[in-house]
C-alpha cells in the first residue's frame, strides 16, 4: 500500500522531500520531459494514457505511474495540443469514475460484520482499498488543479502559437485542444467531487484541512482573472466551489478572510462573489457565510474606510449586491453594520442607503406568517423608511443625491405607501434649492417619477381634489360617520396598518372618482358613489386628502423650477423642463404658464 499523499505547499516541493521520510507520497524519479523529442514525447504520453485507463483507478498512487504523471504534469505547458488532450481527458475520466464508486466502497465495508478471522480481513481489505481510494481522489484533484492553473496564466501565449502554427498536426483535428471547454469540465469535476459524501473517504464530516485549503487556495487564484469569469460555466463550477466548501464543510471564517482580500483587491469581482453566496445560501439553506461577512465589515472600523476608498467603494458595491440576492437575511443582520451610517466614508453611506433601498422593496413582500412576525417586520420597515428620510440631510451632498435617487426606485416599485407620499415629495421639493447640482438632479428626477407613478389619478387639479373631498365630507357629515378625530390618522398601531390597507384598497375608486372630472366637470351630489362602509368611506377621504396635499405641494414649486430654469447649470434646465413637460401632463396648476416661461429659451 503506498504512503497517504498531503497537498504540498507548492508542486515542485513533491521532488524536494527527504527521500527517507516514507510516511508520505512524493516524486522518487522525476522524467525530463522537455528533453524528449516530440514523437517520444507522444509515446511517453499515450503510455502514462493507457495505463491510467487500464489499470485500476487508484493506480495514480503507484509510485512509477506517480512519477510520470507528475513530470508530464510539469512540463505541461510544452506538450502538444495531442498530448495535453490524451493526459486531461486520462484525469479526468478516471476521476470522473472514481466519485461514484466511493458510494460503492463504503456499502462495501459495511456488508463485512467482524464476527471471524477471515471477516476482520476482508474489512482490513476495505479498510485499505478506501486509503487508496483517497489517496488517488487527491492526486487526481492535485494533478488537475495545477493544470488548470498551468493553462490560465499561460492561454494567451499558446493561442498566439496556434496561429503561428495553425495545421502542423493534421491527424490531431479530431482531438483538437479547446481549453475554454476543458476548463469548465474540469472545474464542474472538482465541483460535484466536493458535493459527494467525503465523509466516507476522510473518515469525519469534514474533509481535512490541507484538502480544503488546497481547494479554497487555488479557487480564490482563479476568481482573480476576469476573463475565466466570463465564461459562465467556469463562473458557476468555481462558485459552487467555493460555496461547497465554506458552507458544507463549515469552511466559513477563512472563506471570509480570502473573499473580503479579494473585494478590497478587484472591482470586477464584486457581482460573481455576490453570486456566489447567494448561491450557497440557496443550495443548502444556510446563510453562515453571509452572515459572516456582514459581521466582518461591520466590525471594521469606519475610519479604515476613509482611507481605503478603492476597498470602500467595492465593499459598497457588495453590499447592495447582496442586499439584493438575500434580502430578508440582510434585513435580520441590518444591526451590524449600523454604525457606519454615521461614519466618514460616504461611500459606504452611499451602500447603506442602496442596501436600505433593496430590502424595502423586497425583503418585506411576503403577506405569510403569524400577526407578531408581521408587527416585527412592519416596524423594520418603517425603521428604514425613517433613516431614508433622515439621510436626506446628510452632510455629503453625494449622500444626499443616493438618497434621493432610492426614493425614486422605490417609486417607481411601487413601494412608498400613500401615508408616506407626502412628506417624501415635501423633502424632494426642499431639495430643488440644494447647493449642490446633483442633489438637485436627484430631486428634479424624484419628482418626475413621482408624478408619473402617483397613486391619485391621471390628473392632479386642486380644484378637483377639493370639489370631490367636499362631497364625501358632507357625505359623512349627513350619514354621522365623520369621526371626532382626524380622517387621517388611526388610534393605534393595528389601527394603523388597517387603516392604511383600506387606503390602498381606494385608490381604483380614487382615480374613478377623478376620470370624470379628467375634462373639467366636476361631478354632482348624486354622481358620488357609495363607497361602502364607515372604515372604506374614511380611507377614501383621507387618499383625497393625501391627493389634495400632493397636488398643492407640487403646484407650490412653480416659482422655484422658473429660478432653476434661469440656473446656469445645464442639467437643471433640462430636468426642469422634463419635469414641467410631466407637471403638465398631470394638469398641476400653474404647469402651463411655467412652461411659457420656457419660450424665451428657445428663441
Not at 463550477?237 to 473573499?259: E, N
Not at 437575511?329 to 466618514?344: A, C, D, K, P, Y
Not at 411601487?414 to 401615508?419: L, M, N
Not at 407626502?422 to 424632494?428: G, H, L, R, S, Y
Request: proline share 3%; net charge negative; hydrophobic share 40%.
Amino acid at each position: 500500500m503506498a504512503p497517504p499523499f498531503v497537498f504540498p505547499q507548492n508542486f515542485t516541493s513533491l521532488e524536494n522531500e527527504d527521500d527517507s521520510n516514507s510516511t508520505r507520497l512524493t516524486v522518487q524519479k522525476a522524467f525530463p520531459t522537455t528533453s524528449l523529442r516530440d514523437a517520444d514525447l507522444e509515446e511517453f504520453v499515450k503510455g502514462v494514457a493507457f495505463d491510467l485507463s487500464d489499470k485500476e483507478l487508484f493506480c495514480v498512487e503507484e509510485q512509477e505511474i506517480f512519477d510520470r504523471v507528475y513530470s508530464l504534469v510539469k512540463g505541461f505547458g510544452s506538450l502538444s495540443s495531442g498530448s495535453k488532450f490524451y493526459l486531461v481527458e486520462s484525469l479526468r475520466s478516471n476521476m470522473s469514475v472514481l466519485l461514484p464508486n466511493v458510494d460503492s466502497l463504503f456499502r462495501s465495508r459495511g456488508s463485512f460484520p467482524l464476527d471471524g478471522g477471515q471477516d476482520a480481513g476482508d474489512d482490513q481489505f476495505v479498510v485499505d482499498r478506501v486509503a487508496s481510494h483517497r489517496n488517488a481522489f487527491k492526486i487526481y484533484t492535485f494533478f488537475l488543479m495545477h493544470i488548470l492553473l498551468v493553462s490560465e496564466s499561460s492561454s494567451n501565449s499558446v493561442n498566439g502559437m496556434a496561429k503561428v502554427m495553425p495545421s502542423s498536426r493534421k491527424k490531431q483535428s479530431v482531438n483538437s485542444w479547446n481549453w475554454e471547454s476543458q476548463r469548465s469540465r474540469i472545474l464542474n469535476l472538482i465541483a460535484n467531487s466536493l458535493e459527494i459524501n467525503l465523509s466516507m473517504l476522510f473518515g469525519s464530516s469534514d474533509p481535512d484541512e490541507n484538502y480544503l485549503s488546497f481547494i479554497m487556495k487555488n479557487a480564490f487564484l482563479m476568481f482573480e482573472n476576469a476573463l475565466l469569469l466570463k465564461d459562465p460555466d467556469s463562473k458557476q463550477a468555481l462558485c459552487r466551489i467555493v460555496g461547497t466548501c465554506a458552507t458544507k464543510y463549515h469552511y466559513v471564517s477563512q472563506a471570509s478572510v480570502s473573499i473580503m482580500h479579494l473585494i478590497h483587491k478587484h472591482d470586477f469581482v464584486v457581482t460573481h462573489l455576490a453570486d456566489c453566496i447567494a448561491g450557497a445560501e440557496k443550495k443548502y439553506a444556510d446563510g453562515s457565510l453571509a452572515i459572516s461577512l456582514i459581521r466582518e465589515i461591520g466590525r471594521t472600523s469606519p475610519k479604515d474606510y476613509v482611507k481605503d476608498t478603492v476597498g470602500a467603494e467595492n465593499i459598497g458595491r457588495f453590499l447592495v449586491e447582496l442586499a439584493d440576492r438575500l434580502p430578508k437575511l440582510f434585513s435580520t443582520n441590518l444591526g451590524l453594520l449600523v454604525q457606519h451610517l454615521g461614519g466618514e466614508s460616504y461611500k459606504i453611506r452611499n451602500a447603506l442607503v442602496g442596501v436600505l433601498g433593496k430590502l424595502i422593496a423586497k425583503a418585506f413582500s411576503d403577506v405569510g406568517g403569524e400577526i407578531s412576525s408581521k408587527s416585527t417586520r412592519l416596524r423594520a420597515k418603517q425603521a428604514m423608511l425613517e433613516i431614508l428620510l433622515e439621510r436626506c440631510r446628510d452632510v455629503s451632498a453625494y449622500t444626499r443625491s443616493r438618497v434621493l435617487q432610492v426614493w425614486a426606485d422605490l417609486c417607481e416599485e411601487h413601494s412608498v405607501s400613500i401615508g408616506l407620499w407626502n412628506e417624501v415629495a415635501t423633502v424632494a421639493s426642499g431639495r430643488l434649492e440644494d447647493k449642490s447640482a446633483i442633489v438637485r438632479k436627484s430631486a428634479l428626477n424624484l419628482l418626475i417619477m413621482m408624478l408619473q407613478h402617483n397613486p391619485f389619478g391621471p390628473q392632479l387639479r386642486t380644484a378637483s381634489f377639493e370639489a370631490t373631498l367636499e362631497k364625501y365630507k358632507k357625505k359623512l357629515s349627513d350619514d354621522n360617520l365623520l369621526p371626532e378625530a382626524d380622517v387621517s390618522c388611526a388610534d393605534s398601531e393595528a389601527d394603523e396598518q388597517e387603516f392604511e390597507r383600506n387606503i390602498e384598497s381606494q385608490d381604483s375608486l380614487t382615480d374613478s372618482c377623478l376620470a370624470s372630472m379628467e375634462n373639467g366637470v366636476l361631478p354632482s351630489e348624486d354622481s358620488v358613489p357609495d363607497v361602502g362602509n364607515r372604515e372604506q368611506t374614511r380611507a377614501l377621504v383621507a387618499s383625497l386628502e393625501a391627493g389634495l396635499t400632493f397636488s398643492k405641494c407640487i403646484s407650490a414649486i412653480m416659482r422655484t423650477l422658473v429660478h432653476l430654469m434661469a440656473s446656469p447649470t445645464s442639467s437643471d434646465v433640462e430636468n426642469t423642463i422634463l419635469l414641467l413637460m410631466r407637471c403638465k401632463q398631470f394638469q398641476v396648476d400653474g404647469s402651463e404658464a411655467c412652461l411659457r416661461k420656457m419660450l424665451p429659451l428657445v428663441i
